[in-house]
């Protein structure tokens, strides 16, 4: 898995896409139907402490990993005081006793994500990936094959949400764009992408509907101490 880096313009358009979009205020409601209030949750991904601060609405105490400075900078910048973020990589992180909940967005494939899971959570799992993408989608089913192996039940949930990114110039949105989708959109075309909004600051919005994939199962089942194929 490919590390992410964040920059300043990552981080800003992070921060903007927060105060427009519900994005993960809707996967936070999704994610919370499970838990109870007494809840300790750890999460990894989901914007810049977004969904950990969504989901501390709902239980009694979120904590969020980024093995950046500038990304954990950020995170505690906004974070409520049930929120605790630290500089940290997931993938070797120890913690002193098993959370109530494991909360991961796109932190890789299965081989990535059940050594986490075996350390980290002892009771329910969210496993959130893009749908948008052929490595995501590979993702979803190398981790449904491998619990369906192992006689771990899970549960499946394809869905559809809502992001709406607020942009500051038709250069930012270009340079936005380039990052989140990939693709380099020609000046002439730019506009015709973007919603004006009125505004001096975020004059443009970029609206997408993105595909999401979330797993569910229990951490706490005897198969996962075992050895998964």
């Known amino acids: 898995m490919e590390e992410f880096v964040w920059t300043d313009a990552h981080i800003r358009w992070m921060s ?3 105060k427009k979009s519900r994005f993960y205020y809707q996967i936070a409601e999704r994610i919370s139907a499970y838990l ?4 300790r949750i750890f999460n990894a991904g989901g914007g810049v402490g977004d969904l950990a601060i969504w989901l501390s609405y709902h239980v009694e105490q979120v904590t969020v990993i980024d093995n950046d400075p500038k990304a954990v900078a950020a995170f505690r910048a906004q974070c409520p005081q049930n929120v605790v973020a630290i500089l940290g990589d997931v993938l070797s992180y120890s913690p002193d006793k098993l959370y109530d909940a494991l909360v991961l967005c796109d932190i890789g ?4 994500i059940m050594p986490v899971v075996r350390e980290i959570s002892r009771a329910k799992t969210f496993i959130l990936l893009s749908r948008d ?3 995501g989608e590979a993702a979803i089913a190398q981790l449904s ?12 949930f394809p869905f559809e949400q809502d992001h709406i990114q607020p942009l500051q110039s038709l250069r930012d949105a270009r340079e936005y764009l380039l990052f989140a989708e990939g693709r380099e959109v020609p000046a002439a075309e730019l506009e015709s992408c973007l919603e004006k909004t009125g505004e001096s600051e975020l004059p443009f919005l970029y609206r997408t509907n993105r595909k999401i994939g979330m797993i569910v199962f229990d951490a706490a089942n005897p198969a996962l101490k075992k050895p998964l194929a």
């Open 16 to 18: 903007d896409s927060s």
């Open 36 to 39: 109870p209030p007494t809840a």
């Open 109 to 112: 494939g299965a081989e990535q």
């Open 133 to 135: 993408k052929a490595d």
């Open 145 to 156: 094959d491998m619990l369906k192996t192992a006689q771990i039940p899970f549960s499946y």
